[in-house]
């Protein structure tokens, strides 16, 4: 079956703009994670969605990251006045819940180039 | 979570079974333990997961000790698109992130 779809794979931008990264979960995944990995490093937790509960927001870095979910699927992770340090892969998971025995399925990300 | 560690790096003969051994001697009664890989330019892949017993899938074995402190997992039969970096995390109750630590890389030999 069709597995975590993100979209741009790959994002070149100016710093300063604006960037929106789409990610398209598992059909019927009520859990929506997104984590960023920079080069080199482990992944950096973001954000979660679950359900129509408030998302846990924990791991955004600054307010100039957002995301929402729309209909409990799609995601959108917003990034406004990007700058260099935002540059790294964004991935995005889901899972059946949000549950420890629910393992997280990934996409292969969008790599996300500063200039 | 609890801490998980892992060798750096291991090799593997190609058609030989490759164990990948993890420590998590800090482990808690409700924490899974999950295994994932992730090959370069790609998002990581969930292989197995477990809480006591052992487990069997398509891809692979995991075996914990009775202890539950430690766990290896088995691919079989190594090929070369198995080379990875392969990550073992311990996955508590109350944080529904994952935490990667440094993993294993393996690298499967022709």
């Known amino acids: 079956g069709a597995g975590v779809s993100q979209s741009p794979s790959n994002k070149v931008t100016e710093k300063g703009k604006d960037v929106e990264l789409r990610c398209d979960p598992i059909s019927g995944h009520t859990a929506l994670y997104w984590y960023r990995q920079s080069l080199g490093q482990g992944l950096e937790f973001l954000i979660y969605?679950?359900?129509?509960?408030?998302?846990?927001k924990s791991g955004l870095p600054s307010d100039r990251f957002s995301a929402e979910r729309t209909g409990g699927s799609v995601s959108t992770l917003t990034i406004q006045r990007t700058q260099q340090e935002d540059s790294a892969v964004y991935l995005c998971?889901?899972?059946?819940?949000?549950?420890?025995?629910?393992?997280?399925?990934f996409g292969d990300g969008t790599r996300l180039s500063i200039l | 979570d609890a801490k998980t560690t892992q060798p750096p790096s291991m090799d593997c003969a190609e058609g030989r079974a490759a164990n990948l051994p993890c420590n998590h001697s800090?482990?808690?009664?409700?924490?899974?333990v999950y295994w994932y890989r992730q090959i370069h330019s790609q998002g990581p892949q969930y292989i197995i997961h477990g809480l006591k017993n052992n487990e069997t899938n398509e891809m692979a074995s995991l075996i914990i000790t009775e202890d539950r402190k430690s766990s290896t997992l088995i691919l079989p039969h190594a090929t070369l698109r198995d080379t990875a970096v392969y990550y073992c995390i311990a996955s508590s109750g109350s944080a529904r992130q994952l935490t990667f630590g440094s993993g294993t890389q393996l690298t499967v030999l022709p």
């Open positions: 998971a889901s899972s059946l819940e949000g549950s420890r025995n629910q393992p997280q399925h």
């Open positions: 800090t482990i808690s009664g409700n924490e899974y």
């Open positions: 969605f679950q359900g129509n509960s408030a998302p846990d």
